[in-house]
C-alpha cells in the first residue's frame, strides 16, 4: 500500500473508516507500526517524558525532536509521518516557526507537523501550510501549558474552555490544518465539533466520536509508569516482560549457560599455535 497523505486521510474520515494514530520515537518502534498498518505516527514531545525521563514535555529541543523524526521517517514507507514542534520553537516570530518547520522537513523528512497552538498563533498555521508543509492541530489540554493550567487537567468541560476547544478548532481548519488533535476533552464536545468540522478530528482523550485515536505508545506497551492518564490504555506488560528478559539474561551469563558455543566465533588450532609461539 502506498504511503498515507493529507488527501487519503481526508478520504478516510469522508468515508467513515476509522483513522489509527500512535506515538514513536524510534527506528525499531517505528518500524512496527508502521508494519502493523497504523496510519498516522506522532513523534510527539512526549518523548522528553517517556524517553528522557524528564517531568515533562518542556525541555523537549528542536535537536532532540529532529533526531527522533528522522529515525521514525526512515522507518515508514506506508504510515504518515507527524513531527511535534517542541515548546519555544514556535512562540517567537512567523520567521522563526517556518524555519523550525522546515527543518523537519529538510532534516528529518517527516510528512507534517503539529504544535500545540492557540489563538496567538493561527497566522503561524497559515505561513506553514502555505510553505507546502501539512499542518496537524492540537486542541484541548496542550501539556506544554502544564505550568498555566496547573497540571494536566481535562479541558472543555466550563463554558470559558468549551468555548475556547469549539473556536480554536474552527480557526485551526480556517487557517489549513488538515486535521486536529483532542486531546482531554469530553467526549460529547469533540463529537459536537467533530460533526461541525470538514477536516478529520483525532482524539487522545476525546472519545470515541472523532475521526480517530492516538495513544501514547509506551502506555500502550506498558513500558512506562510514572504518569498514566485516565485515558491511556495498557495492551500489553512489555515492561515486565523486560525486565524478566534481562534477570534471565544475567541469570545466564553468572551461571555460564550464555555464551553457548554457538554464539562463539572458531578458528584454527593451527593459527592459535602459532600465536601462542610467538607471544609466549
Ligand atoms: O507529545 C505527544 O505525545 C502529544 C500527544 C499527547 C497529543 O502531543
Not at 492557540?118 to 496542550?142: C, D, R, S
Not at 474552555?161 to 488533535?181: H, M, N, T
Amino acid at each position: 500500500m502506498a504511503k498515507h497523505t493529507v488527501k487519503t486521510i481526508q478520504a478516510m474520515r469522508d468515508n467513515n473508516e476509522t483513522i489509527t494514530m500512535l506515538t514513536a520515537y524510534d527506528y525499531p518502534t517505528a518500524k512496527k507500526v508502521n508494519d502493523a498498518g497504523i496510519d498516522m505516527i506522532l513523534v510527539g514531545d512526549s518523548c522528553a517524558m517517556v524517553v528522557h525521563g524528564h517531568p515533562n514535555t518542556l525541555t523537549a529541543t528542536m535537536d532532540m525532536m529532529v533526531l527522533h523524526c528522522g529515525s521514525v521517517a526512515r522507518a515508514c514507507d506506508r504510515t504518515m509521518v507527524v513531527a511535534d514542534m517542541p515548546f519555544g520553537s514556535f512562540q517567537y516570530s512567523i520567521e522563526e516557526t517556518m524555519r523550525n518547520a522546515a527543518r523537519f522537513v529538510t532534516e528529518a523528512k517527516v510528512d507534517a507537523v503539529k504544535f500545540e497552538a492557540t489563538p496567538n498563533h493561527i497566522e503561524k498555521t497559515e505561513a506553514i501550510v502555505q510553505m507546502g508543509i501539512p499542518v496537524v492541530g492540537h486542541v484541548g489540554l496542550h501539556p506544554q501549558a502544564v505550568g498555566a493550567l496547573g497540571g494536566l487537567k481535562v479541558q472543555g468541560k466550563d463554558m470559558d474552555s468549551a468555548r475556547k476547544v469549539v473556536s480554536e478548532a474552527l480557526a485551526l481548519q480556517e487557517a489549513g490544518a488538515y486535521c486536529i488533535i483532542f486531546e482531554a476533552v469530553p467526549e460529547k464536545l469533540s463529537t459536537y465539533v467533530t460533526e461541525k468540522l470538514d477536516i478529520p478530528t483525532i482524539s487522545i482523550g476525546g472519545g470515541p466520536g472523532c475521526s480517530g485515536q492516538l495513544l501514547v505508545t509506551p502506555d500502550v506497551l506498558g513500558m512506562y509508569d510514572n504518569f498514566t492518564p485516565g485515558f491511556a490504555k495498557q495492551y500489553r506488560k512489555f515492561g515486565e516482560e523486560m525486565i524478566a528478559t534481562f534477570k534471565e539474561y544475567k541469570e545466564e551469563v553468572l551461571t555460564g549457560k550464555f555464551p553457548a558455543p554457538e554464539h562463539c566465533y572458531k578458528m584454527s588450532e593451527e593459527v592459535l599455535e602459532q600465536i601462542k609461539k610467538e607471544f609466549d
